[in-house]
């Protein structure tokens, strides 16, 4: 399992250096100018143009951006015309690396929708009647996928370190900085319609949030983080996603995000939790479980730290005040697996494969 993130101590940072004397810069050479324009050409050459364009999209909508994408954008033009960045895509295909791959998830979602569903006049003999769902043994365990942004890297490590692995089978997929804003830098739905196609889970379990409370653009139009267009519009992702996995007899769990050190980054948090709470009413294949079960304060607020079995204090969050600590996230895990759990009936079948049965 990754190592948790941690900062650097104030202690082991470096010492900011002595103020120098203000000293009036010296404009650019011509031959300055000329050694910075091969410098970026050789950037393009070896790393590709074309990801110089998706860093500048990346970064936050405003005038930087704008200006980011423009240049970066000509110089991918300029460098595809004399093909510069031919050996990058080489590269890519000598290491087998591919392209993300882009689904029409709405048409999806609608395909899914127009198949008539099945119907039984009779539980057939292989359906767990408590569960309604067919039963999980060790010769065929339940199939599971964890996905989601940095807060998911934790929180999956501890989930499968949870889970019976007689019993479960799974799979962990996370991208550090994603979430459902900005499909330009990592496209989760289509991610997941790939995944789903790929790996035919049976449970999954998804956390976003910690990077979505951003502005968004559509159809060239900026939305500003919690207005009520934006939060329409995150509401209509969150559902996208929702009925993408509404496939069959698969599960979804939602982990809702846990209080956040900074009062306003909590506020925030907590009004995309409301929305995954309202997008999951009417789905009922959908449970959205509190990310802060465990690892949150009596009160419900912010908990660095809270007492362990033996009274002493046990760290439940890193050092951003966001992510969880291993022994936090091992809190977390118990309340979103227990809800796998139940819905799946794994208890049941823990304790007939530990009878031998």
Excluded: C
């Excluded at 120098?20 to 950037?43: C, E, H, L, W």
């Excluded at 698969?250 to 409301?274: D, G, K, N, Q």
């Excluded at 465990?294 to 419900?300: E, F, K, L, Q, R």
């Amino acid at each position: 399992m990754a190592a948790p993130i941690r900062s650097p101590r104030r202690s082991d940072r470096p010492a900011a250096p002595a103020t120098a004397p203000f000293r009036k810069r010296r404009p650019y050479r011509s031959d300055q100018t000329v050694g910075a324009m091969v410098v970026a050409f050789v950037v393009a050459m070896l790393l590709g143009s074309q990801s110089l364009v998706n860093l500048a999209g990346q970064q936050p909508y405003g005038a930087r951006r704008t200006v980011l994408l423009g240049m970066a954008k000509g110089l991918h033009s300029f460098s595809h015309a004399l093909l510069l960045d031919q050996p990058a895509a080489r590269l890519g295909e000598l290491t087998g690396k591919e392209p993300p791959v882009k689904v029409d998830v709405e048409a999806v979602v609608q395909q899914q929708a127009a198949a008539p569903p099945t119907t039984a006049s009779t539980i057939p003999l292989d359906i767990n009647p408590a569960t309604g769902k067919r039963y999980v043994t060790a010769e065929e365990p339940l199939r599971v996928l964890l996905a989601g942004d940095s807060m998911m890297r934790e929180l999956g490590g501890a989930l499968m370190d949870t889970a019976d692995s007689a019993l479960a089978q799974v799979t962990l997929d996370y991208r550090v900085s994603s979430g459902l804003s900005r499909p330009d830098y990592f496209d989760w739905p289509s991610r997941l319609a790939t995944k789903l196609d790929e790996l035919q889970p049976e449970a999954v379990v998804l956390m976003f949030g910690a990077n979505d409370h951003q502005d968004v653009e559509i159809d060239g139009q900026i939305l500003r983080a919690d207005s009520p267009e934006w939060l329409a519009e995150y509401g209509r992702r969150v559902g996208l996603v929702m009925d993408l996995l509404h496939r069959g007899d698969v599960t979804v769990t939602w982990v809702a995000l846990p209080p956040m050190r900074s009062a306003t980054f909590s506020t925030a948090m907590a009004s995309l939790s409301e929305v995954y709470r309202a997008e999951a009413a009417d789905r009922p294949w959908v449970h959205v479980v509190d990310g802060g079960a465990g690892v949150s304060a009596p009160d419900g607020s912010f908990a660095a730290y809270l007492p362990g079995s033996d009274g002493a204090p046990v760290v439940l969050r890193q050092e951003d005040g966001i992510h969880y600590s291993t022994a936090g996230a091992d809190r977390a895990a118990a309340s979103v697996w227990a809800d796998v759990v139940q819905r799946w009936g794994l208890d049941e079948a823990g304790s007939t494969t530990a009878a031998g049965g």
